[in-house]
């Protein structure tokens, strides 16, 4: 067995895994980074120098500081995933001989129900851009996209031009892990995405022809995450729409909006990229808790 490195590069060689050989998503590695980097902080340095020395009472230890603190169940649990992830890979490249993590209890977290938006909340969204300049057209065609597809933002922002198939109506998508699917979309996508195409891309790609990105902001550039999520509070205010918003929430409410109308689950499922069918069947819940709302408002008995 090789003798276990020091912390640092335990992690460093955890995350390196994490990304060439599962393929993760950046941002779910900047993740893993930072709860690990916090953990490097928490342990004695003796730990630090030899990993090998980690204990079971270290880590609960580190999870209790946490909930000290006041960090929410759901963050320590993830906190949990990645500790768990460095020892098995640790286990598993034969670093190590015993995974301190293996006793470990997760936190308990509740699972709360998606918020999604009403059907009339999300015709004011994708009414709210002007049609008239080129920036209004690309913003409405991705609000149509991504409420007819319902992808990730990080999905919308780096899909290709050559993805979009208008003619038959599906994009392929590269989701989580590099793993691609195909997502039908309707017809007002498609005129949308085509007006953008035609009357707007050639603006923001300023007539350049060899842009792989579909949707463009400045300087020839694909549109940020960041950027996308700004545009679209703005145009929520636009709508008149007061809670709060996020681009999954148009993701929640594309899944839910399906079920309510008698779309089978496992379409659904394949449409959203979810690994695991539980994490779709969340969506049932909310369909159900809808119904009963609508049903206690409107029923003179009820």
């Known amino acids: 067995m090789a003798r276990a490195p020091d912390f640092d590069r335990s992690v460093d060689l955890f995350l390196q895994h994490l990304k060439v050989e599962r393929g993760l998503a950046a941002n779910t590695i900047d993740a893993y980074s930072r709860d690990l980097a916090r953990l490097g902080r928490f342990l004695p340095e003796r730990s630090l120098d030899r990993i090998s020395l980690v204990t079971c009472e270290m880590l609960t ?13 759901r963050s320590r649990a993830r906190a949990m995933v990645a500790i768990r992830g460095l020892f098995r890979f640790l286990v598993s490249d034969r670093y190590l001989e015993l995974d301190p993590s293996e006793t470990l209890d997760s936190p308990r977290i509740g699972r709360a129900l998606p918020v999604v938006l009403g059907a009339d909340e999300i015709d004011r969204l994708l009414s709210a851009p002007d049609l008239s300049i080129p920036r209004g057209l690309r913003d409405s065609a991705m609000l149509t996209v ?40 309707g017809e007002l996508a498609a005129t949308r995405i085509q007006r953008y195409i035609d009357e707007a891309r050639p603006v923001f790609s300023k007539g350049r022809d060899d842009l792989a990105a579909l949707f463009l902001g400045n300087r020839q550039k694909p549109l940020t995450r960041q ?4 545009l679209l509070c703005h145009y929520a205010r636009v709508a008149g729409i007061t809670r709060a918003i996020s ?5 929640h409410s594309f899944a839910t909006h399906l079920l309510e109308r008698g779309a089978d689950l496992r379409a659904v499922q394949a449409m959203l990229g979810h690994a695991d069918i539980t994490t779709t069947q969340i969506y049932t819940q909310v369909s159900r808790a809808r119904m009963l709302e609508v049903y206690r408002q409107h029923h ?3």
């Open 300 to 302: 003179p008995r009820a």
């Open 247 to 251: 681009p999954h929430k148009l993701r």
């Open 61 to 73: 230890d580190y999870l209790l500081q946490l909930a000290k603190e006041g960090l929410a169940a």
């Open 146 to 185: 991504l409420y007819a597809t319902g992808v990730r933002v990080s999905e919308l922002c780096g899909m290709q031009h050559r993805e979009v198939n208008l003619e038959r109506g599906y994009v392929r998508v590269t989701g989580k892990g590099n793993k691609q699917r195909l997502v039908p979309f």
């Open 227 to 230: 950027g996308f999520w700004k």
